[in-house]
């Protein structure tokens, strides 16, 4: 049948076939494990558990070396639903932890640096939860090697991202004070609103940052950060107790949405 089409087009469809037949054949290896970890997060020991997690493991690096022959948007795509089918699990993550998180992401920001929406996730998650904010940076790092202040549209995100991670959980405020500035610069390109308030907001805490780095209200503009960018409602609720814990309030204004006071001291 393929003998009918020209040589080179039969090329690109055997490439194409092998192609899906490739990310079909790691799919059928791994859903039914990640099923297999969620519907058995109530009965299965920790040490059970722990195993398959360990299998999971070996999957996620047998997928970092698959070659993907053109389709490394799908394949990014496909991971990032499975890792939200892992983090979405509670019952199976108090018993296993978040490990995993940034080995999903290493994968993901490997096949496609432009998915900004995974950046979100990956703060969150191997950060705040995996309590891995090195490898969480480091991918960060990777992916803006291939990012431009329009290429994805508003990446400055993910700026934004590295400053709370560098802030929050690596201490490391001349680092952070760099990404926020960052943040602004590429914010400033765009004329709409969302996108001025993050400039403006950036370059505040870049200026907190820099005046002191132990910045009471540079760690609470960071919390802030991680509120309104909040997945989940657990996030939200670290963010609101972390922020009350350096001095500053929350609150809900009549439109319904969150305000944030920031501590009377620095």
Do not use: C, H
């Amino acid at each position: 049948m393929l003998s009918r089409f020209p040589q080179n087009l039969r090329q690109s469809l055997v490439v194409s076939i092998v192609a899906l037949l490739s990310v079909t054949a790691v799919g059928v290896l791994q859903v039914p494990q990640l099923n297999y970890l969620r519907n058995k997060a109530k009965s299965a020991s920790s040490e059970a558990l722990q195993r398959e997690v360990d299998s999971e493991k070996v999957r996620l690096d047998l997928l970092r070396k698959l070659p993907a022959f053109g389709f490394d948007n799908l394949l990014a795509d496909w991971v990032f639903l499975n890792f939200l089918q892992y983090f979405g699990d509670d019952e199976a993550r108090q018993l296993t932890g978040y490990r995993l998180s940034p080995d999903y992401f290493e994968v993901i920001i490997d096949r496609e640096p432009r998915f900004l929406d995974a950046y979100y996730y990956l703060a969150t998650s191997a950060s705040l939860y995996a309590g891995m904010p090195e490898r969480s940076v480091a991918l960060m790092e990777k992916g803006l090697k291939s990012l431009s202040p329009q290429v994805p549209p508003n990446s400055y995100y993910i700026w934004r991202q590295k400053g709370i991670d560098e802030l929050l959980f690596l201490g490391n405020a001349q680092a952070a004070r760099q990404s926020f500035e960052k943040a602004a610069e590429w914010a400033s390109v765009y004329s709409d609103e969302r996108s001025k308030q993050v400039a403006a907001l950036s370059s505040k805490t870049a200026k907190f940052i820099a005046r002191n780095p132990k910045s009471k209200n540079g760690q609470v503009s960071a919390w802030s950060m991680v509120l309104t960018t909040a997945t989940d409602a657990r996030t939200q609720k670290i963010a609101v107790e972390r922020i009350e814990a350096l001095g500053g309030k929350v609150f809900v204004t009549q439109e319904g949405t969150l305000k944030v006071e920031p501590p009377k001291e620095d």
